[in-house]
């Protein structure tokens, strides 16, 4: 029925609109599913809905009711943006592009009937299927730290309350206190985020508690824009920031939420607030969906169809692209992609050749912005790197200001390109 039923759209919605008398249509019109109303989720249900006209149903199912961007979160934390300025609504998706919004978890995917299970009840079904839900975390990557601790010692990688527990807890540190950051191991969301979220919180801090200590435990040799962000460190913020790697224990570490201590290789340290980004995979419905191969999902790189399967496509952090940082742009860049090729696959309609591009900027002190880049192409084997930019160290402060400008009008274009 479905193979009828897409044969028919194919070569009929592509020909002329005229075909598409809704009472005729309603039940036969294709029908997208998407899982995860963020970057990549959001991104792909309203480009599939406001190029399909019609001609495809889109649902997307996303718990939250308001989506707070993990971008520019730091700098909430450093005091840049209002909790409120990070926070954005589905509405405009359902009343001007006809997304069908749900507002609850998917919590199964069976890939026979080709039907979402929900959590409050019922199954929706689906001709394609995106899953574009983010990150979950991997247990006992810090050992003592789960996400039953993460009130004593927050995360703050998914954004909202617990980027706003995160802010009290830095504003409540007693003066002198040490503020501790355990970074994450290899892959994970936004590669140079953490090393924003230690210059926002040094910032905040160099005003309010300049006596404070940042501690940063990472188990990583190296990091995203190391040069940049350890020279604006030396320049804004003296001697305020220390970063153990591996090569001092940090890869042998533990923590203590109900002591607020840091156990690193047999040396415990006292901490006041203590910022655990665990090791990460793809989020838990992909694992559910069965189309994960360990941690993360592959992908095809040319339309980010799964290599499980055809009719499942994956976006942002949850896929194993190749070489794009798993980041909001990244995902945005991604849903493009997908969304065209959802689009001809279901209805006859052109299908470009993909082309993706990715930009993280970060922002070091207050119009100190830096920023990394590259566009990609895909090849048989990955999403590959084709050219790359980084910002340089000594660049000017209104180089600076600019690159920090440019990611201000980065976030107006991704946030509208969302939701609308
Ligand atoms: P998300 O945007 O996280 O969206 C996933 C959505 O899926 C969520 O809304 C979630 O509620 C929903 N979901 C999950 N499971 C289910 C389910 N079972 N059922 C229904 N819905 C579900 N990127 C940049 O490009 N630039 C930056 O400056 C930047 N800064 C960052 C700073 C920080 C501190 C962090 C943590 C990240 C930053 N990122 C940045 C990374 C960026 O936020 C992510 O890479 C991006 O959000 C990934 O998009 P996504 O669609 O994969 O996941």
């Known amino acids: 029925m479905i193979i009828d039923r897409r044969g028919f759209l194919g070569t009929g919605i592509a020909a002329g609109a005229s075909l598409a008398a809704p009472l005729v249509l309603a039940q036969d019109t294709p029908r997208v599913v998407v899982v995860g109303g963020g970057a990549g989720g959001a991104t792909a249900a309203r480009y599939i809905a406001k190029d399909s006209e019609g001609a495809v149903d889109v649902t997307l199912i996303e718990p939250t009711r308001t989506y707070y961007t993990c971008f520019f979160s730091n700098l909430y934390l450093g005091g840049f943006k209002t909790i409120d300025e990070i926070g954005h609504t589905y509405g405009t998706l359902a009343s001007d592009y006809g997304v069908n919004v749900v507002h609850d978890w998917a919590v199964g995917v069976d890939r026979d009937a080709k039907?979402?299970?929900?959590?409050?009840?019922?199954?929706?079904?689906?001709?394609?299927?995106?899953?574009?839900?983010?990150?979950?975390?991997?247990?006992?990557?810090?050992?003592?730290?789960?996400?039953?601790?993460?009130?004593?010692?927050?995360?703050?990688?998914?954004?909202?309350s617990q980027t706003e527990l995160l802010r009290a807890q830095i504003a409540a540190m007693p003066e002198g206190g040490t503020f501790a950051m355990i970074a994450p191991p290899n892959p994970y969301r936004c590669p140079p985020g953490p090393y924003e979220r230690v210059s926002m919180v040094a910032w905040m801090l160099s005003r309010s508690n300049p006596s404070a200590k940042i501690l940063i435990v990472d188990p990583k040799e190296k990091f995203s824009k190391q040069a940049l962000f350890e020279e604006g460190w030396q320049k804004h913020y003296g001697g305020m920031i220390e970063r153990i790697g591996p090569d001092f224990g940090a890869a042998n570490i533990s923590v203590d939420p109900a002591a607020m201590t840091v156990d690193i290789d047999g040396a415990v340290e006292n901490v006041d607030v203590c910022n655990v980004i665990s090791a990460q995979k793809a989020g838990r419905i992909a694992e559910a969906a069965g189309v994960t191969d360990g941690d993360w999902v592959p992908v095809n790189p040319a339309d980010m169809s799964s290599k499980a399967d055809p009719d499942i496509y994956v976006l942002g952090d949850s896929s194993a692209q190749g070489d794009m940082p798993k980041s909001?742009?990244?995902?945005?860049?991604?849903?493009?992609?997908?969304?065209?090729?959802?689009?001809?696959?279901?209805?006859?309609?052109?299908?470009?050749?993909?082309?993706?591009?990715?930009?993280?900027?970060?922002?070091?002190?207050?119009?100190?912005?830096?920023?990394?880049?590259?566009?990609?192409?895909?090849?048989?084997?990955?999403?590959?790197?084709?050219?790359?930019?980084?910002?340089?160290?000594?660049?000017?402060?209104?180089?600076?200001q600019a690159t920090y400008e440019e990611s201000e009008g980065w976030y107006a274009g991704i946030t509208a390109d969302m939701f609308g």
Request: glycine fraction near 10%; proline fraction near 5%; aromatic fraction near 8%.
């Open 115 to 160: 039907t979402v299970a929900l959590a409050g009840g019922g199954n929706v079904p689906y001709d394609k299927l995106i899953l574009s839900p983010g990150i979950d975390f991997i247990e006992d990557s810090v050992p003592g730290w789960d996400l039953t601790a993460q009130n004593a010692m927050p995360h703050a990688y998914k954004a909202g």
């Open 328 to 400: 909001g742009f990244s995902a945005n860049s991604q849903a493009k992609v997908c969304a065209n090729a959802v689009r001809g696959a279901l209805t006859g309609s052109s299908v470009f050749p993909a082309r993706y591009s990715n930009t993280c900027w970060s922002l070091i002190a207050e119009n100190d912005g830096v920023k990394v880049g590259a566009t990609y192409e895909p090849t048989e084997e990955k999403i590959a790197s084709v050219d790359s930019f980084v910002s340089q160290t000594g660049e000017d402060a209104a180089l600076r």
